[in-house]
């Protein structure tokens, strides 16, 4: 077959599917917040709980789709059973801002919305991440990375789009406009969900020509092919499994719950998060090379934790700072809070494609980074860009309105962290990952997400209020750190990604063998 340098048409249709969805996404996460503090009347503090577990479910059920699709529905009927069930929380959302004025109806209706939603990206979101690694050769590294950086502007494009659109129609200072935004997501979901569907046949193909994403993954497995009583002893292995995880997932639930007094969502997910990689890592299948690189995957995944619980702070703590001390008037018109989450992802968009061609380029030139560093660099800048703000908002009083290129700065240095880390982490995990676990590992990644995000709303609840008076209404700390200023609460994050960047470039040494980079054939266990 003629070797071709362009990149498959199929990328191409990912990328489309996954812009309409995130724009879902972001169209609806643009207007969360300030829904529940301005049409709802919820404080601040449970406005960020609300945020942390409804972001952190989000990458957290991705571990049950990635199952269901390793073994049972495959990559399209996952996607598409996804697309429809958050089509329709979307809607319940529409339905509960139409509501709002009656709690009694508004708050049953979000809760359940946030429910849908959390489950159809349980099925969406890890399978169309694995679709596109699929799509090229196992020697494909460098067009693998520079498929997913772009594959990943399409997740931006998507975001850039949503503030628009749902920030105009939803945040015009009218609380009973919320509902265009939330319907405006509604239909990018169904747009999305219909354009997979019809072209996913005449397009999502390998570069033999043979489909991509229809069977479970686990019918590519050489052992469980030549294995034919597998289904039976897979049945009673899953039993066992689930049998002795579930108890060790019960008491690290309590454990969390009861001893480090977490609610009951930031309990679940934290215990998953140690349980659900156990369960991958001590599978007796595993070979000697699989299980190493496996644990590169948990170890990378487990820095980018405090990268994601910083960064996603632009829905939560910094749209209170973009709304309330923020200078947000431009040419004479004040601009809607949520239009601050466009400067994130239009970042991206320009940054991407530099970034795509400087990895093909430094192969080139036979300068190479390892994944693990890129990712460390990404975390130093967000480092940086925190440090920023930080010097920014000292001895600045409240109520005191800033300059918005503090923020828009800010942004820009964590877009940079961010193509060094999130693109590259994918690739790494599709690079890395047995066949067999393809779905599921790529949940896995996506649970530091869920961990992340739920931390995010954690540390967004330590965001200083202050009366009208200008004075302290209820100080917070954070491991004996008192937070009395935006200065102190911005700093909170320098600390935690700075020591997270230094320690990652640390062990990278030790991960690039544990990688095994230079062998890029599996082994395979065959009985």
């Known amino acids: 077959m003629k070797n071709n340098p362009s990149h498959p048409k199929g990328l191409y249709l990912l990328f489309a599917t996954e812009m309409w969805e995130r724009f879902s996404y972001y169209g609806m996460r643009a207007i969360f917040v300030l829904y529940l503090i301005k049409a709802l009347l919820f404080d601040k503090e449970l406005a960020s709980a609300i945020f942390g577990s409804y972001t952190g479910l989000?990458?957290?059920?991705?571990?049950?789709?990635?199952?269901?699709?390793?073994?049972?529905?495959?990559?399209?009927?996952?996607?598409?059973?996804?697309?429809?069930?958050?089509?329709?929380?979307?809607?319940?959302?529409?339905?509960?801002?139409?509501?709002?004025?009656?709690?009694?109806?508004?708050?049953?209706?979000?809760?359940?919305?946030?429910?849908?939603?959390?489950?159809?990206?349980?099925?969406?979101?890890?399978?169309?991440?694995?679709?596109?690694?699929?799509?090229?050769?196992?020697?494909?590294?460098?067009?693998?990375?520079?498929?997913?950086?772009?594959?990943?502007?399409?997740?931006?494009?998507?975001?850039?789009?949503?503030?628009?659109?749902?920030?105009?129609?939803?945040?015009?200072g009218n609380p009973a406009d919320f509902k265009w935004g939330f319907l405006s997501a509604c239909v990018g979901m169904l747009l999305g969900t219909a354009l997979f569907r019809f072209f996913q046949d005449k397009y999502l193909i390998t570069p033999e020509g043979l489909p991509v994403g229809v069977n479970p993954n686990r019918k590519s497995d050489v052992s469980i092919k030549k294995d034919k009583s597998?289904?039976?002893?897979?049945?009673?292995?899953?039993?066992?499994?689930?049998?002795?995880?579930?108890?060790?997932?019960?008491?690290?639930?309590?454990?969390?719950?009861?001893?480090?007094?977490?609610?009951?969502?930031?309990?679940?997910?934290?215990?998953?998060?140690?349980?659900?990689?156990?369960?991958?890592?001590?599978?007796?299948s595993l070979?000697?090379?699989?299980?190493?690189?496996?644990?590169?995957?948990?170890?990378?995944?487990?820095?980018?934790?405090?990268?994601?619980?910083?960064?996603?702070?632009?829905?939560?703590?910094?749209?209170?700072?973009?709304?309330?001390?923020?200078?947000?008037?431009?040419?004479?018109?004040?601009?809607?809070?949520?239009?601050?989450?466009?400067?994130?992802?239009?970042?991206?968009?320009?940054?991407?494609?530099?970034?795509?061609?400087?990895?093909?380029?430094?192969?080139?030139?036979?300068?190479?980074?390892?994944?693990?560093?890129?990712?460390?660099?990404?975390?130093?800048?967000?480092?940086?860009?925190?440090?920023?703000?930080?010097?920014?908002?000292?001895?600045?009083?409240p109520g005191i309105k800033v300059g918005m290129f503090w923020l828009i700065g800010l942004y820009f240095i964590h877009v940079l962290g961010e193509l060094c880390l999130s693109p590259i982490g994918l690739s790494l995990v599709n690079r890395l990952a047995p066949v067999r676990f393809a779905s599921l590992l790529m949940g896995v990644w996506l649970l530091s997400g869920a961990t992340a995000n739920k931390f995010a709303g954690m540390l967004s609840g330590l965001y200083p209020e202050f009366d009208s008076k200008g004075q302290l209404v209820k100080a917070s700390s954070i491991l004996g750190f008192q937070i009395e200023n935006l200065f102190d609460f911005f700093m909170v994050f320098v600390v935690m990604s700075g020591v997270a960047s230094i320690l990652l470039f640390a062990i990278t040494k030790k991960l690039e063998t544990m990688m095994n980079v230079k062998n890029e054939i599996y082994e395979h266990k065959d009985e």
């Open 287 to 397: 070979t000697k090379t699989e299980r190493k690189r496996i644990w590169v995957i948990f170890i990378v995944s487990f820095f980018v934790i405090f990268f994601w619980s910083a960064y996603e702070q632009g829905g939560a703590s910094l749209t209170f700072f973009a709304d309330e001390q923020t200078d947000r008037v431009i040419f004479g018109k004040e601009m809607p809070t949520s239009y601050f989450q466009i400067f994130q992802p239009l970042f991206v968009i320009i940054l991407a494609p530099v970034f795509s061609f400087l990895w093909i380029y430094l192969k080139k030139k036979n300068i190479e980074i390892s994944s693990p560093a890129k990712q460390a660099i990404g975390l130093f800048l967000l480092a940086t860009g925190y440090l920023i703000i930080a010097f920014g908002v000292k001895n600045i009083e």
């Open 230 to 284: 597998v289904k039976t002893e897979n049945i009673g292995k899953l039993i066992k499994d689930f049998s002795l995880w579930g108890i060790g997932e019960v008491v690290l639930f309590f454990l969390f719950y009861k001893a480090a007094s977490f609610d009951f969502f930031g309990a679940v997910i934290f215990s998953l998060c140690l349980i659900v990689p156990a369960s991958i890592i001590t599978d007796g």
């Open 58 to 172: 989000v990458y957290l059920t991705p571990l049950i789709g990635g199952y269901v699709a390793d073994r049972y529905w495959g990559n399209r009927r996952s996607i598409l059973s996804g697309g429809l069930i958050m089509a329709l929380g979307q809607f319940f959302m529409f339905l509960s801002a139409a509501f709002f004025i009656t709690k009694e109806i508004a708050v049953p209706l979000m809760y359940g919305g946030l429910s849908l939603l959390i489950i159809g990206n349980g099925f969406f979101k890890p399978n169309i991440s694995t679709m596109v690694g699929q799509l090229y050769k196992e020697s494909e590294k460098a067009r693998r990375e520079s498929a997913y950086t772009i594959f990943y502007m399409g997740i931006n494009v998507g975001a850039l789009l949503a503030p628009v659109v749902a920030g105009a129609l939803g945040d015009t």
